[in-house]
Nanobody, 112 residues
Framework: QVQLVESGGGLVQAGGSLRLSCAAS????????MNWYRQAPGKQRELVAT???????NYADSVKGRFTISRDTAKNTVFLQMNSLKPEDTAVYYC??????WGQGTQVTVSS
């Protein structure tokens, strides 16, 4: 079991940056895969970025080169650094740990 709490969302202008955090209730050292998903109004939830316990990362094509996922095992936290934000990045962003654990989500709104 692990509880996940996201933070860092907000309103930003196009071209701006935000850094999302996902704080876990226990050590993430042994969690093999952690993800960031997002869900825009009227759309299905989509996988944005993945980080493994070995440090490998993967990104959706729509965010490659703009978003960076990382994990800090000392802080039990996973981050999503989002640069060059676009209005189409507007969504609720969710943290996920393999095994079906989800946070409550944090809203990101990018104005044009």
């Amino acid at each position: 079991q692990v509880q996940l709490v996201e933070s860092g969302g907000g309103l930003v202008q196009a071209g701006g940056s935000l850094r999302l955090s996902c704080a876990a209730s226990r050590s993430i050292f042994s969690i093999k895969i952690m993800n960031w998903y997002r869900q825009a109004p009227g759309k299905q939830r989509e996988l944005v970025a993945t980080v493994t316990s070995g440090g490998s990362t993967n990104y959706a094509d729509s965010v490659k080169g703009r978003f960076t996922i990382s994990r800090d095992t000392a802080k039990n936290t996973v981050f999503l650094q989002m640069n060059s934000l676009k209005p189409e990045d507007t969504a609720v962003y969710y943290c996920n740990a393999i095994g079906g654990f989800w946070g409550q989500g944090t809203q990101v709104t990018v104005s044009s």
